[in-house]
């Protein structure tokens, strides 16, 4: 039975593409200059003009969000994605800085602050703690994860966690409830793609912020959820390639609906991290639809 927010009621094309989808970044290390040199000006009174390649762009150093455009651009509603593909290191978003609802992917948020809040404390998760985050996440319980938000310490504490994890655009919903209904307020914390993935990162890939212990225990319970949660990112993933996955979904009045998946994708030569948020979707039906077309084309894409 899924048990989401609605319980009461039931990245950048690289820069060489930018012409080509407006919107998209690419991350990663920047290139090291020699502090020692100054760029040499022309002769006075010439110019000059810049060489352009006429090489193709390596495959791998293209956007998997690139070939999406098209299609995005059809889409009703906000999109925006990330994703970190561990086999190049590199980091794609399309639409950065958006800022979106989490709805339930924010229970990961508070598995990882109950994670940490054992760590500094040198103990580990009691066994109380342990019967409310698994509902939480393999079932997506907002019961649950409303009595977990209180037993780590409210939102403040997950911004604390937030702040270690590096996720810096993140800001925890402090009501208790949506305003005008009587779903829980932690829904409405706001986050980016690019946050989110480095959220999932921190399960994925060892790290001094989580054990790996504690990371294989969060990991575990996201290859586990319910069967008919398992939509969104895994979308286009065969069977053999393992996905550990946290979706999210949430009408809200006058704006549609909010639908967001998250997870880890791994196998079949694929290694990476995805995150997509979409808000003012007609449905959710419609929402999942835009997250699985994502995901099929960075699956295919990321293939080495």
Same mark, same amino acid.
């Given at each position: 039975?899924?048990?989401? +927010? %609605?319980?009461?009621?039931?990245?950048?094309? #690289?820069?060489?593409?930018?012409?080509?989808?407006?919107?998209?970044?690419?991350?990663?290390?920047?290139? *090291?200059?020699?502090?020692?040199?100054? =760029?040499?000006?022309?002769?006075?009174?010439? &110019?000059?003009?810049?060489?352009? *390649?006429?090489? @193709?762009?390596?495959?791998?150093?293209?956007?998997?969000?690139?070939?999406?455009?098209? $299609?995005?651009?059809?889409?009703?509603?906000? +999109?925006?994605?990330?994703?970190?593909?561990?086999?190049?290191?590199?980091?794609?978003?399309?639409?950065?800085?958006?800022?979106?609802?989490?709805a339930s992917i924010v229970k990961v948020e508070i598995m990882g602050t109950a994670l940490w809040n054992a760590q500094q404390k040198?103990? /580990?998760?009691?066994?109380?703690d342990q019967a409310l985050i698994r509902p939480m996440i393999e079932n997506s319980d907002n019961d649950a994860a409303t009595s977990?938000? #209180?037993?780590?310490?409210?939102?403040?504490?997950?911004?604390?966690?937030?702040?270690?994890?590096?996720?810096?655009?993140?800001? @925890? *919903?402090?009501?208790? $409830?949506?305003?005008?209904?009587?779903?829980?307020?932690?829904?409405?914390?706001?986050?980016?793609? %690019?946050?989110?993935?480095?959220?999932?990162?921190?399960?994925? $890939?060892?790290?001094?912020?989580?054990? &790996?212990?504690?990371?294989?225990?969060?990991?575990?319970?996201?290859?586990?959820?319910?069967?008919? !949660?398992?939509?969104?990112?895994?979308?286009?993933? =065969?069977?053999?390639?393992?996905?550990?996955?946290?979706?999210?979904?949430?009408?809200?009045?006058?704006?549609?609906?909010?639908?967001?998946?998250?997870?880890?994708? !791994? /196998?079949?030569?694929?290694?990476?991290?995805?995150?997509? %948020?979409?808000?003012?979707?007609?449905?959710? !039906? $419609?929402? +999942?639809?835009?997250?699985?077309? +994502?995901?099929?084309?960075?699956?295919?894409?990321?293939?080495?």
């Amino acid at each position: 039975m899924r048990r989401g +927010i %609605l319980q009461p009621f039931q990245l950048a094309a #690289a820069c060489v593409l930018s012409a080509v989808i407006a919107g998209c970044t690419i991350i990663s290390a920047p290139k *090291s200059s020699d502090p020692g040199k100054s =760029p040499t000006a022309p002769p006075s009174g010439k &110019t000059t003009e810049p060489k352009q *390649s006429t090489s @193709p762009v390596p495959a791998h150093k293209i956007s998997p969000f690139a070939s999406l455009s098209k $299609y995005l651009a059809g889409r009703q509603g906000k +999109i925006t994605a990330a994703v970190y593909d561990k086999n190049t290191g590199r980091t794609w978003v399309f639409h950065p800085g958006v800022r979106q609802n989490t709805a339930s992917i924010v229970k990961v948020e508070i598995m990882g602050t109950a994670l940490w809040n054992a760590q500094q404390k040198g103990t /580990g998760l009691s066994s109380a703690d342990q019967a409310l985050i698994r509902p939480m996440i393999e079932n997506s319980d907002n019961d649950a994860a409303t009595s977990m938000l #209180a037993n780590v310490g409210g939102p403040s504490a997950v911004a604390r966690f937030d702040h270690a994890a590096g996720l810096t655009a993140t800001i @925890p *919903s402090t009501k208790k $409830y949506i305003p005008g209904t009587s779903l829980p307020g932690w829904g409405l914390t706001t986050t980016t793609a %690019l946050d989110e993935v480095n959220l999932i990162r921190k399960f994925a $890939y060892p790290n001094p912020l989580l054990t &790996t212990g504690h990371r294989e225990y969060g990991v575990t319970l996201m290859k586990n959820v319910e069967s008919d !949660q398992r939509w969104g990112i895994s979308g286009g993933v =065969p069977a053999g390639a393992s996905v550990a996955i946290k979706n999210g979904w949430l009408p809200l009045a006058g704006q549609g609906w909010q639908v967001n998946s998250i997870g880890w994708v !791994q /196998g079949k030569s694929r290694d990476y991290v995805l995150a997509v %948020l979409t808000s003012h979707n007609p449905s959710e !039906q $419609y929402g +999942i639809d835009t997250i699985e077309a +994502i995901a099929r084309t960075v699956y295919r894409k990321l293939g080495h």
